[in-house]
């Protein structure tokens, strides 16, 4: 089971990014996914989670309005379309999945079990 995150970068505000996910090992199709991030010196938070059936998303009140969760079944990968970006949102952003399939997640970093590598977002001036 391998989860590759990809995507970051440096950018300014204002620009926009999309991550990836990409799973190999296994099938998404199945699971909810959700993106986190980590800055330095805070704890990891959840930033979005799309479902495993409709495509229903969550996002966290500090990005809503500006980034869009996506999943591409066919490819195995969800994206995070992230826009007007600010500094606030530098971080290192993770995609991870729950363990069992079929269930409905929410944002807390417990719910989720295997986790990608992590993709550094630095907004910059």
């Given at each position: 089971?391998?989860?590759?995150?990809?995507g970051g970068?440096l950018v300014?505000?204002?620009d926009?990014?999309r991550l990836?996910?990409?799973a190999?090992?296994f099938?998404?199709d199945?699971?909810?996914?959700?993106?986190?991030?980590q800055?330095?010196g805070k704890?990891?938070?959840?930033?979005?989670?799309?479902?495993?059936?409709?495509g229903?998303?969550?996002y966290a009140?500090?990005?809503?309005?500006r980034f869009?969760?996506?999943?591409?079944?066919a490819k195995n990968?969800?994206?995070l379309?992230?826009?007007?970006l600010k500094?606030?949102d530098?971080?290192?952003y993770?995609?991870?999945?729950p363990?069992r399939?079929?269930?409905v997640?929410g944002?807390?970093p417990?719910?989720y079990?295997?986790?990608?590598?992590?993709?550094?977002?630095?907004v910059h001036s």
């Amino acid at each position: 089971v391998q989860l590759q995150a990809s995507g970051g970068g440096l950018v300014q505000p204002g620009d926009s990014l999309r991550l990836s996910c990409a799973a190999s090992g296994f099938t998404l199709d199945d699971k909810a996914i959700g993106w986190f991030r980590q800055a330095p010196g805070k704890e990891r938070e959840g930033v979005s989670r799309i479902s495993f059936s409709d495509g229903d998303a969550v996002y966290a009140d500090s990005v809503k309005g500006r980034f869009a969760i996506s999943r591409d079944n066919a490819k195995n990968t969800v994206y995070l379309q992230m826009s007007s970006l600010k500094f606030e949102d530098t971080a290192v952003y993770y995609c991870a999945v729950p363990l069992r399939s079929w269930v409905v997640t929410g944002l807390s970093p417990r719910e989720y079990v295997f986790w990608g590598q992590g993709t550094q977002v630095t907004v910059h001036s």
